[in-house]
């Protein structure tokens, strides 16, 4: 009788000490679990058991040399950063001294091959030029600490203003613009100067890219939308390959023969990222479309 009295007892106990050990091992998971979220704390453990706690303390280690790792590559990049700014400013000033002194050139006597050559110059100077200034754009959007100043801005005329400044380019390249607005002006929450240069980009890229006829529209939702739109030549579209539009340095142009760097529409995805806002590109038949969404003021 004696033996089945300890033999229940012994049941019971390890009953209890599995049923600790699984509400230990929970409580475990549903820790680890918040330390998922980005919640830095310790795994802690209150059931006295060797290895669950040898286990505990070498969770802690590890999350530890990850916390260390993540750590010191948020410090390269940041260094990454800054360094590719300041080498991007100290760039600028002696390469617009230099493309400067190569458009005096072009008012001095020269032979039709010299001026060939300084044409040449001039163009790679200025695309280099362009690089620059994109990478500095680029290292200030992708620093989370600085945020854009948003205000009431009046879409509709800085829309207009900006795709018809490119008017000479429209007019070099055949094709027509049309900006289609809503019967009442629209205002946006937005950083003007930010928007300025996301649809700089969008109409440059239009440009580069588009035949015959550019679009614009915009569209009444509960964001604001402005939609894009431009024909392409067949050969770009088979290159075309939408998904990846917004990447960084992707560009159709797989010898870049156009001098693109595929920062344009990068740097559009990061400006309207930063104004709470968002970007989509699709394609219909040889039609490209660019939905730009901004918040309503």
């Known amino acids: 009788m004696s033996i089945i009295i300890i033999l229940v007892v012994l049941c019971i106990g390890l009953a209890i000490s599995l049923f600790l050990l699984k509400r230990e091992i929970r409580c475990v998971r549903e820790q680890l679990q918040e330390c998922s979220t980005g919640v830095e704390k310790l795994i802690e ?4 058991d060797k290895d669950l706690t040898e ?3 070498e969770i802690n280690r590890h999350q530890a040399y990850q916390r260390d790792i993540k750590s010191s590559i948020l410090k390269k990049e940041k260094h990454l950063k800054e360094s590719i700014s300041n080498i991007s400013h100290d760039l600028r000033t002696p390469l617009t001294s230099m493309t400067g002194y190569l458009q005096l050139l072009q008012k001095t006597c020269l032979t039709d091959e010299q001026k060939e050559y300084l044409e040449i110059s001039i163009s790679r ?11 500095y754009s680029i290292s200030l959007l992708e620093d989370e600490s600085k945020s854009p100043v ?3 801005v009046n879409l509709d005329n800085i829309l207009a203003d900006t795709v018809l400044s490119f008017t000479e380019q429209f007019e070099e390249k055949g094709i027509i613009p049309n900006v289609r607005s809503l019967n009442t002006a629209t205002y946006v ?3 003007e100067i930010m928007l300025r240069r996301i649809i700089t980009n969008l109409t440059s890229n239009a440009i580069r890219y588009g035949i015959k006829k550019f679009e614009v529209e ?5 964001m604001v939308e402005v939609r894009f739109q431009n024909l392409i030549e067949e050969g770009y579209r088979d290159e075309l390959e939408i998904e ?3 990447e960084k340095f992707y560009t159709a142009d797989l010898s870049r023969s156009q001098s693109n760097s595929g920062l344009g529409l990068y740097i559009v995805k990061l400006l309207s990222e930063k104004m709470k806002g ?3 590109a699709s394609l219909e038949d040889n039609k490209l479309i660019v939905n730009l969404l901004l918040c309503r003021a």
């Not at 453990?45 to 006295?48: E, G, R, T």
């Open 45 to 48: 453990v209150a059931f006295i």
């Open 55 to 57: 286990l505990a303390a």
């Open 125 to 135: 100077g200025k695309y280099l030029q362009t690089l620059i200034n994109d990478f």
């Open 150 to 152: 948003l205000i009431e």
């Open 189 to 191: 929450m937005a950083d």
């Open 218 to 222: 915009i569209v009444n939702t509960d």
């Open 244 to 246: 990846k539009l917004f």
């Open 278 to 280: 968002g970007v989509s």
